[in-house]
Nanobody, 118 residues
Framework: QVQLVESGGGSVQVGNSATLTCLISGRTDTPYLIGWFRQAPGKAREFVGSITWRGGASTLYADAMRGRFTVTKVYARNTVFLRIDRLQFDDTAIYYC??????????WGQGTQVTVAS
């Protein structure tokens, strides 16, 4: 129905910025929300932020992410971005994008690894 592919991960210097991309294909007009999540080794998956895919561009961020994480979209190009500023070591994780409605996300990408190094 809807496929998502993340890209843009890699090794990034601490304190720098990274921009991740979520490319959406298939039934691109069906999701209401596109969300970003991350999971570090040994930790639970956590919500980062989201943006409304259709019907506007309202964003929502986890309290711990607000200020350093920014979600944007280019709807005409089926693309959602996650910008991470002032990267910290504990930002190292696999970052996933997902499509769904509200708290229910039904379609997930495979993730892209972000490794923050000195």
């Amino acid at each position: 129905q809807v496929q998502l592919v993340e890209s843009g991960g890699g090794s990034v210097q601490v304190g720098n910025s990274a921009t991740l991309t979520c490319l959406i294909s298939g039934r691109t007009d069906t999701p209401y929300l596109i969300g970003w999540f991350r999971q570090a080794p040994g930790k639970a998956r956590e919500f980062v932020g989201s943006i409304t895919w259709r019907g506007g561009a309202s964003t929502l961020y986890a309290d711990a992410m607000r200020g350093r994480f920014t979600v944007t979209k280019v709807y005409a190009r089926n693309t959602v971005f996650l910008r991470i500023d002032r990267l910290q070591f504990d930002d190292t994780a696999i970052y996933y994008c997902a499509a769904g409605n509200g708290a229910k996300y039904t379609n997930w990408g495979q993730g892209t690894q972000v490794t923050v190094a000195s």
